[in-house]
């Protein structure tokens, strides 16, 4: 399987501010996305990316794929946006349903 | 609609006692996997299952066992519990779209303790 692993580890944001989370993967991967965990646990998907840019409201995403690193960013953080970002993907030579996760980047967001 | 079911959400079993995990999609959905979460470390995939009557291993299956007799369920099983197994357990199913990939609906996590 892939390699991914995901930059910084830990980012504190004062609200408002502005920041990029990064993604390498160590290989050429199919299904990159991106998701979230609030701090209740809770994981959502933000976005299925494998190459381009997305956006979804203050979140937009790029990905690379012949230079193997996805980006996250997020514009005027809020509060809400606490939690932990996940990258994940499925290396090529692999099943669909195998998806292969990094660490994870855990965001604060302080008033 | 009620999306990805998990149950229990909070277990605390003993060393070498046996439990399943019970995880339930209602989306009709072939891909459903199983994951634990432990500190630092993100989500590891256990067992996964590409649709009725198919599972494979991910990458830590060891003392786990799977089974998706039908397209709704698929549980997964701790033979005999060991202390290493304390971790969240998160189900999540979907379906790949020639659009959208294969976007994921996790469940809500179970918290087990194995003392």
């Known amino acids: 399987g892939i390699q991914v692993e995901q930059s910084p580890p830990d980012l504190i944001l004062q609200e408002g501010a502005n920041s990029t989370l990064r993604c390498n993967f160590s290989d050429s991967v199919n299904n990159l996305q991106w998701f979230h965990q609030n701090p209740w646990g809770q994981l959502i998907n933000l976005f299925y990316?494998?190459?381009g840019t997305k956006q979804n409201g203050r979140l937009s995403a790029t990905t690379v794929a012949t230079e193997r690193y996805s980006l996250l960013y997020i514009s005027s953080s809020q509060t809400t946006d606490s939690g932990v970002y996940f990258c994940?993907?499925?290396?090529?030579?692999?099943?669909?349903?195998?998806?292969?996760f990094g660490a994870g980047t855990q965001v604060v967001v302080t008033p | 609609n009620a999306g990805v079911t998990q149950t229990p959400k909070f277990q605390v079993l003993k060393t070498g006692q046996s439990m399943t995990l019970q995880c339930a999609q209602d989306?009709?959905?072939?891909?459903m996997s199983w994951y634990r979460q432990d500190p630092g470390m993100g989500l590891r995939l256990i067992h996964y299952s590409v649709g009725a009557g198919i599972t494979d291993q991910g990458e830590v299956p060891n003392g786990y066992n799977v089974s998706r007799s039908t397209t709704e369920d698929f549980p997964l099983r701790l033979l005999s519990a060991a202390p290493s197994q304390t971790s969240v357990y998160f189900c999540a199913s979907s379906i790949r779209q020639a659009s959208s990939g294969n976007t994921i609906y996790f469940g809500e996590g179970s918290w087990l303790t194995v003392v």
């Open positions: 994940a993907g499925v290396g090529a030579a692999d099943s669909w349903g195998k998806l292969q």
């Open positions: 990316i494998p190459s």
């Open positions: 989306m009709n959905h072939e891909y």
